[in-house]
């Protein structure tokens, strides 16, 4: 703009020369003899005139332009100052509300792949990490922890005919004292027992406070205890400090109706129904009942003695396994259904330990195997010393796998530590 300005001041001075060339000087001396009014002269008065003024007037034109265009170039560049000053106010805070958004995306990626990072790591710990399973091996010599071996008695330090046992959480046992009809409570590492069902004494007898040759007994996580009054042919639960028990199965005089039993043997619970299993020895058959009541129902068995499917040849031993929500049975009689023999018990892994009665052995049968290993007790041999077993009848597992073997024949429970 500042350039063409310049360009058109300079061609209107330059006409101003050239007409003032043309024309002459417009000065008048006094020594002239011409007239300014004499119109005989070739040379106007007027055009005279219009060169003397013409100046002053090119000049005013010239200065008037010049003041616009710098008027409009103060006004150009006040408006273009204002309108970086309103940029500069508006961009900034654009920038950082971009910023912002960017800071907050990137943040919320970080989380993300924290998150995937953690879970990816406890997946793959947990799915790397090996199971440890115990190891299932046991000293084959017992220690004894109840009774005192070979002598069978009704005072406080001995048993007689010890047939079953129950282990509780502090690992305190149960005995069903069959032949002193009384179940005797030994804390670990006692010497004497405390009779906490039945008669102290070892009377037998039918009232509520009596028991007659208990075969089986099982606690619960309330300390109640479930005994399996045999010759009464009847179940009494004994509430923790009781000095009388309960009927909860059978009516006291044996028979084979549903709500009658027949000399019965080992009794097992599933915790999560409340429901009672019984081996109904001299019946032949397993009995169910549910939590209250009166009439049991027939689990298996209870078509006479036999060998097929649907038969049970005095069934002794019952476990329920709540794994594979199933019973495993130690049929007696038949030598099968469950492994052969008389008492019976399940670890947690689904592994299968047998008390071998007549073969004085206790035997590990591991989950999915026919096959079994002697862990106590020496095959066919009956004996009093630490290593040897006479009869034993049942078993039973603390919550470190050691094995509790009620050695029947010996009147002393023998307990076998795995290490």
């Keep these: 703009m500042n350039v063409f300005l310049n360009e058109f001041v300079t061609v209107r001075i330059r ?11 417009s000065i008048i001396h006094s020594s002239s003899r011409i007239s300014p009014m004499n119109t005989s002269m070739k040379t106007p008065t007027n055009l005279l005139m219009k ?7 090119e000049t005013f034109q010239a200065s008037s332009f010049s003041f616009e265009i710098e008027l409009s170039t103060k006004t150009a560049s006040t408006h273009l ?10 961009y900034p805070k654009k920038w950082l509300i971009v910023i912002i ?3 907050i995306l990137l943040a919320l990626s970080a989380l993300a792949v924290g998150i995937y ?3 990816h790591f406890r997946t793959t710990k947990a799915t790397t990490t090996p199971i440890l399973k115990p190891l299932l091996r046991w000293n084959s010599t017992g220690l004894t922890v109840g009774g005192v ?8 330090d001995k048993l007689n005919t010890p047939i079953d046992l129950a282990v509780d959480f502090s690992n305190t046992l149960y005995i069903a004292d069959f032949n002193n009809n009384r179940i005797q409570q030994w804390l670990t590492g006692a010497l004497n027992g405390t009779t906490v069902a039945g008669q102290a004494s070892g009377t037998s007898g039918i009232g509520a406070a009596y028991l007659s040759s208990p075969a089986g007994v099982f606690i619960d996580s309330n300390n109640n205890l479930y005994i399996s009054d045999s010759t009464n042919a009847r179940i009494q639960q004994w509430a923790s400090g009781a000095t009388v028990g309960t009927l909860i199965a059978g009516t006291g005089s044996s028979g084979s109706a549903y709500n009658q039993l027949n000399t019965p043997y080992f009794i097992s619970r599933d915790i999560t129904t409340n429901t009672l299993y019984i081996a109904d020895f001299n019946n032949h058959r397993v009995m169910s009942y549910a939590s209250g009541a009166s009439n049991g129902t027939l689990a298996i068995g209870g078509q006479g003695p036999g060998m097929n499917n649907t038969q049970l040849n005095y069934p002794a ?3 329920f396994d709540s794994a594979s929500i199933c019973l495993v049975i130690a049929n007696y009689g038949g030598q099968h259904i469950v492994r052969w023999t008389l008492g019976v ?6 592994n299968l330990y047998v008390a071998g009665t007549g073969d004085q052995r206790i035997q590990l049968l591991l989950a999915g195997q026919t096959n079994g290993t002697t862990l106590a007790g020496i095959t066919g041999l009956s004996g009093s010393n630490s290593t040897q077993l006479n009869s034993p009848y049942s078993i039973r597992l603390d919550n470190q796998l050691n094995l509790f073997v009620a050695d029947t024949i010996n009147n002393r429970i023998q307990k076998f530590v795995r290490y």
């Design 51 to 57: 060169s003397d003024t013409s100046k002053p007037q």
């Design 317 to 319: 031993g019952v476990y």
């Design 81 to 90: 100052r204002t309108e970086n000053i309103e940029k500069t106010k508006i």
């Design 345 to 350: 018990t399940v670890d947690p892994m689904g």
């Design 15 to 25: 006409a101003n020369k050239k007409q003032r060339k043309q024309y002459g000087p």
């Design 101 to 103: 958004v960017i800071t």
């Design 117 to 119: 990072l953690i879970i």
């Design 149 to 156: 071996g070979g002598s069978s008695g009704s005072t406080f």
